[in-house]
């Protein structure tokens, strides 16, 4: 990873079914993947793509008013979390709620997080890039 950083390469990470001693086999998300990497090698910043302009107040795929969180606070995070507040559907990694509880430690470190919508184009880019895009940013205080 160093070295394709070195390199100037931006890693594009994502999960997959691994090995595992003690359970044979488990889902390695690549939530887990870009916390565990960006709080060790001491990150600028981490952009999680999904299929949603961010974090929203409701499942934006639901029948309920669902708002854009623009701007989020640790302390914020922390209290949607406790209410399950703008928690998308579960799937195997544990939907947003695991991602979100994936990336708290990278955020303690006041590692930049944002979380955009990867089927736009260039979203993923501009934000890499620092350019301002629609989604959520995610801030220690």
Do not use: W
């Not at 299929?51 to 499942?59: K, N, P, S």
């Not at 406790?82 to 947003?96: F, I, P, R, Y």
Request: aromatic residues 4%; charged residues 25%.
């Amino acid at each position: 990873m160093k070295r394709l950083l070195n390199m100037r390469l931006v890693p594009l990470l994502y999960g997959d079914a691994v090995l595992d001693s003690d359970l044979g086999f488990t889902i390695l998300s690549g939530d887990q993947l870009v916390a565990s990497i960006a709080t060790e090698l001491n990150a600028e910043q981490v952009v999680i793509g999904i299929d949603e302009d961010g974090l929203f107040t409701a499942d934006p795929k639901g029948k309920a008013p669902a708002n854009l969180i623009r701007v989020c606070t640790l302390k914020q995070l922390r209290q949607m979390q406790k209410c399950g507040q703008g928690m998308l559907v579960n799937d195997v990694t544990g939907g947003m709620q695991g991602k979100l509880t994936e990336l708290v430690p990278v955020i303690e470190k006041g590692i930049t997080t944002q979380i955009v919508n990867a089927s736009k184009p260039k979203r993923v880019y501009m934000a890499l890039r620092g350019e301002k895009v629609i989604g959520t940013y995610i801030k220690e205080n």
